[in-house]
């Protein structure tokens, strides 16, 4: 049984470009999407939207590099890289923010630190 769950989590997942998918996909692997989505994406491990990709939706995971399009809200719990061919319409909610030059940006990002790097000090948060 262990066995199997490990295997479930080193998986990669690859919607190619000639496919269109209406719906959620949750994953505890990783996703490359070349094709187009309409749901949310909801992934455990990192997501990699190729340059023909694009995401209709909500995006959260782990990891991310953005290639292709994305339009939606998008939580990525350690580093979201925005690569030179991106172009982003939304929300953005991560820890760590790359944004290569030539990447196409309109929304908003908050940077969230990890809880364990934060200390609570009378009603405020101080960075350690």
């Given at each position: 049984?262990?066995?199997?769950?490990?295997?479930?989590?080193?998986?990669?997942?690859?919607?190619t470009?000639?496919?269109e998918?209406?719906?959620d996909?949750t994953?505890?692997?990783?996703?490359?999407?070349?094709?187009?989505?309409?749901?949310?994406?909801?992934v455990?491990g990192?997501v990699?939207?190729?340059?023909?990709?694009?995401?209709?939706?909500?995006?959260t995971c782990?990891?991310?590099d953005?290639?292709?399009?994305?339009?939606?809200?998008?939580?990525?719990?350690?580093?979201?890289?925005?690569?030179?061919?991106?172009?982003?319409?939304?929300?953005?909610v991560?820890?760590?923010?790359?944004?290569?030059?030539?990447c196409?940006?309109?929304?908003?990002c908050?940077?969230?630190?990890?809880?364990?790097?934060?200390e609570k000090?009378?009603?405020?948060i101080?960075?350690?």
């Amino acid at each position: 049984m262990a066995k199997e769950i490990e295997d479930r989590t080193l998986s990669h997942n690859i919607i190619t470009r000639t496919t269109e998918v209406i719906g959620d996909i949750t994953s505890t692997g990783d996703i490359r999407l070349d094709g187009l989505l309409k749901g949310n994406l909801t992934v455990k491990g990192k997501v990699v939207i190729g340059p023909a990709g694009k995401l209709e939706g909500t995006l959260t995971c782990k990891n991310s590099d953005i290639f292709g399009k994305m339009e939606g809200k998008i939580k990525v719990e350690e580093l979201l890289a925005l690569k030179d061919t991106a172009n982003v319409k939304g929300d953005i909610v991560t820890n760590k923010l790359s944004i290569e030059p030539g990447c196409k940006f309109v929304g908003t990002c908050a940077m969230e630190w990890p809880v364990e790097q934060q200390e609570k000090v009378g009603g405020s948060i101080k960075i350690a």
